[in-house]
């Protein structure tokens, strides 16, 4: 291990697996060859705006040509000026007329086993008919509509006809407060909400409709609000106010040419949870996000006709709107789209459903994978998964021993994981394999993207040299990326673009290895100062989960004395009940996998640990506990209050 310097993180992971595509696959894949994805990468350093504009003609219609490709004014990009094209058109008009007409579009199931599928012209029809209730409803192009529903058909339908109108969606997740729907309704101006009676979640029917009321109190810019109806519970509709989606599509006409927008136009707005209370809204626009969702799901899932793509995010979530909608409709992909939770009525509803509709490419999070680790393997061992050929990743950092478990028994060998590292900010997936092309090591998201130039600096901005850890900034603009924040240009500034200057900060560590992998190390605030040596979080929960009857752990720094930091981590257990016995164990298992700096000094066992609605651990509020705070920071993310008070229960 090195000493630190300059602000750089030391590495202690020891990983030195490698696993090649198989013959098979490669035989396949669409860039086949580690010399032809350097070709392309090469191409794209070379010249960005040849290599982006060369696509952006062969693969978006246009309603009018651009002018120029790129206008850069740090910190904002313009891509695609001039032109005039329409995302949902790019995602369904384009396919009517084509082999992809009457392909399946959708294959949705929902919670209690209920199915439907629509195919490319069904889904053009639908969104047709929804378009124009939006624009019977007053909506004109740069409306916000709001939209907080159920992982129901109509949630898509709903995304696609905003689009096709030029409104600006933002998709809530459904389980968020009314409070955060407000505060979020009120910072965008909404106009609209979209909603639905209730949803299903673990056989509990969410009173959505309730929610949305108690929101709307405080929305004061909301006029309307349209209601799916979907569980048939009783709700109250407000006269004047509310309406019934099935009413106003009865008399909707089909026929809605899709508005020629600009290519800077807003497409949609996307909460994400900042540091501060204030909601944080990205903004993503029409024409470079588009492009930018359609080849990173061409290449990185090395998309065919005949696959069955399930992606197992919410569409409130960046990677519900970009792999679930907008990237593989725009490729013409049919989506598996699940509307309930992974362990209803049982802990296999995953591996059934990939049986049952033949699944090819499944895309999920390292938090579902720990749980399915977590809840056995029989689960699994019930179902065929033979459809699959390759698996994916994304939102954390993947610990290599539940990579392993994903590779050996959901891939059975056989599939690829493309681990991919991306954010709400940028649009799309950034770095990851191209599965027939680049051998994969556990835990690393391995390269950047064609296009995407990564750089690592450490606190004074210079370069870090090979396997040290530092800042993970971004060097040129790409077509993807977000415009701003909401309402707030001063903020985006503050945030991304003043530490490093000329560079985008993506708030993440990371190193890069001998061979130009990238291993990321978790957020910058959340790194471990131990004596002086700066540690990731990654390391030291991975060297856990390595532990056989460790399922999670979360890794933070609390104060100490005499070393700065002190390693506090909160441990989930399997097949065994905690003791301290195990305690002793576990703390000489991380000695002896990555040494003694990083050996903890408290083991707290937990049932679970403290996630973001969308899966990620907070270490944050682990911190305040591990401090003693009577009063944690800001919970408003928070998945499961319980959580929280068991973890205060269970301490010593
Ligand atoms: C983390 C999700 C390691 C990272 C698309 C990033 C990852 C944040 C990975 C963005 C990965 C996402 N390996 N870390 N493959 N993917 N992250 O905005 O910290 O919900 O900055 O976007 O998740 O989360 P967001």
Known sequence: MSQSSGGQIDTVMQEDRIFSPSEKFVSQAQIASLEASQQMWDDAHRDPIAFWDQFAKEELHWFEPYRQVLEWQEPFAKWFLGGKTNVAYNCIDAH?????????????????????????????????????????????????????M?????????????????????????????????????????????????????????????????????????????????????????????????????????????????????????????????????????????????????????????????????????????????????????????????????EDRFWEIVEKHRVTIFYTAPTAIRAFIKWGDHHVEKHDLTSLRLLGTVGEGINPEAWIWYHKMIGAERCPIVDTWWQTETGGIMMSPLPGAISTKPGSCTKPLPGVMPVIVDEQGDLVASNNGGMLCIDHPWPGMLRGIWGDDERYREQYWSKVPGKYLTGDNARCDN??????????????????????????????????????????????????????????????????????????????????????????????????????????????????????????????????????????
């Open 150 to 346: 159920p992982m129901v058909p109509e949630l898509a339908i709903a995304m696609l006809a905003c689009a096709r109108v030029g409104a600006v969606h933002s998709v809530i997740f459904a389980g968020f407060s009314s409070e955060a729907i407000a505060d979020r309704n009120q910072d965008a101006g909404a106009k609209l909400q979209l909603t639905a009676d209730g949803g299903w979640r673990r056989g509990k029917n969410l009173p959505l409709k309730d929610t949305v009321d108690a929101a709307l109190e405080k929305s004061s810019t909301v006029e309307k609000c349209v209601v799916l109806r979907r569980t048939g519970i009783q709700v109250s509709m407000q006269e004047g106010r509310d309406f019934w989606w099935h009413e106003l599509m009865e008399n909707a006409s089909p026929d809605c040419p899709a508005e020629p927008m600009d290519s800077e136009a807003p497409l949609f707005i996307l909460y994400t949870s900042g540091s501060t209370g204030k909601p944080k809204g990205i903004k993503h626009t029409t024409a470079g996000y588009n492009l930018y969702v359609k080849k990173t799901f061409e290449w990185v899932f090395d998309h065919r006709d005949d696959d069955v793509f399930w992606c197992t995010a919410d569409c409130g979530w960046i990677t519900g709107h970009s792999y679930i909608v907008y990237g593989p409709f725009s490729a013409g992909a049919t989506c598996v789209m699940y509307e309930g939770a992974p362990n209803h009525p049982h």
């Open 96 to 148: 009517l007329g084509t082999e992809r007409e009457d392909k399946t579009a959708i294959l949705w199931e929902g919670e209690p086993g209920d199915q439907r599928t629509l195919t490319y012209r069904e889904l053009h029809e639908e969104v047709c008919r929804f378009a124009n209730v939006l624009k019977h409803l007053g909506i004109v192009p740069g409306d916000v509509v709001s939209i907080y």
């Open 515 to 652: 061979d130009g992998y990238y291993w990321i190390m978790g957020r910058i605030d959340d790194v471990i100062n131990v004596s002086g040596h700066r540690l990731s979080t990654i390391e030291v929960e991975s060297a856990l989960v390595s532990h056989p009857h460790v399922a999670e752990a979360a890794a933070i720094g609390r104060p100490d004395e005499i070393k700065g930091q002190a390693i506090a981590v909160f441990v989930t257990i399997k097949d065994v009940e905690a003791s301290d016995e195990l305690r002793g164990e576990l703390k000489q298992h991380v000695r002896k996998e990555i040494g003694a700096l990083a050996q903890p000094d408290d083991i707290r066992f937990t049932n679970a640990l403290p996630k973001t609605r969308s899966g990620k651990i907070m270490r944050r509020l682990l911190r305040d506990i591990a401090e003693g705070k009577e009063k944690v920071g800001d919970t408003t993310t928070l998945e499961d209050y319980s959580v929280l008070a068991n973890l205060r229960e269970d301490e010593e």
